[in-house]
Nanobody, 123 residues
Framework: QVQLVESGGGSVQAGDSLRLSCVAS????????MGWFRQAPGKERDFVGA????????YYSESVEGRFTISRDNAKNTLYLQMNSLKPEDTAKYFC????????????????WGQGTQVTVSS
């Protein structure tokens, strides 16, 4: 039984910050690469950021590079996404996900997903 539960979303204004959390259970957390994806209504689910298993090397979409930071706390089985300088274009439902790969930017390589947390950014 694998569960990924996101939290921390909300409605904010442009320029504000949010920190999303994803608590994992039912897995050996440190053994898996993790990622954040987002999906707006009528749009595809797009890559936001990823972090490798074990050592935690990070990767980002160009659209969030320099504004978002992905991190993990293996002792707490928790994945984070710190989002700064939020823009209306960041409005989406944000999902955390698990991959069996060391790290992946490919949505199709993620095997477990949370149910998402909504982030809405107004101008």
């Amino acid at each position: 039984q694998v569960q990924l539960v996101e939290s921390g979303g909300g409605s904010v204004q442009a320029g504000d910050s949010l920190r999303l959390s994803c608590v994992a259970s039912g897995i050996s957390f440190s053994n898996y690469g993790m990622g954040w994806f987002r999906q707006a209504p009528g749009k595809e689910r797009d890559f936001v950021g990823a972090i490798s298993r074990f050592n935690g090397v990070t990767y980002y979409s160009e659209s969030v590079e320099g504004r978002f930071t992905i991190s993990r706390d293996n002792a707490k089985n928790t994945l984070y996404l710190q989002m700064n300088s939020l823009k209306p274009e960041d409005t989406a439902k944000y999902f955390c996900a698990q991959t069996a790969q060391t790290v992946s930017l490919n949505r199709d390589q993620y095997i477990n997903w949370g149910q998402g947390t909504q982030v809405t950014v107004s101008s």
